[in-house]
């Protein structure tokens, strides 16, 4: 799915992937500046590939056991890695007036060199789901997507309904 962003937003270009930590958080650098950010991807969670508070939260909240739910995780990480690995040139939208989260990194919908949103992309696929923990203009259209997904058993709605 093409981005058609609806939101006032910030265009950031000449970016490269550089690290992929989990299925919604990625490093980006700047090619011509070698500035490096963490960037949290709009509208979605997936599940954590490292123990700890969330991953705490996350087994309370879905009643999924915690190894499973970082079983999940790696698989979300494993896609995004395929789709998007590092060295990957991508451009990246965040909202004005919602640009980071509660620990500082910057929100964003990040596009592909095809012109694809990889956050659409993991939600359609089944490898995240969608969330309003941060305000995010897509939502409504992601929470349809997470439900598709959901029916179709598709990513990792075909181990759990996480």
């Given amino acids: 799915m093409l981005y058609n962003a609806k939101a006032p937003i910030i265009e950031e270009t000449w970016l490269i992937v550089s690290a992929i930590i989990d299925g919604d958080s990625i490093y980006v650098k700047g090619i011509f500046t070698g500035i490096e950010k963490e960037i949290r991807l709009y509208g979605i969670d997936a599940p954590e590939t490292r123990k700890g ?9 879905t009643r ?3 190894e499973l739910l970082r079983f999940m995780g790696n698989q979300a990480k494993e896609f995004v890695m395929r789709i998007c ?3 990957t040139s991508v451009t ?4 004005r007036g919602n640009e980071t ?6 929100l964003a919908y990040v596009i592909l060199p095809d012109g694809t949103c990889l956050n659409d992309l993991l939600v359609q696929e089944g490898f995240a789901k969608a969330t309003d923990e941060y305000y995010c203009s897509e939502l409504p259209k992601y929470q ?15 181990i759990s309904l996480f």
Avoid: H
Wanted: net charge neutral; no cysteine.
């Fill in 85 to 87: 690995p590092p060295g």
């Fill in 53 to 61: 508070r969330k991953l705490q939260e996350d087994e309370e909240k």
């Fill in 92 to 95: 990246i939208y965040t909202e």
């Fill in 144 to 158: 349809v997507m997470n439900w598709e997904a959901k029916l179709g058993k598709k990513g990792l709605y075909a």
């Fill in 101 to 106: 989260d509660f620990w500082n990194r910057q």
């Fill in 64 to 66: 999924v056991a915690g």
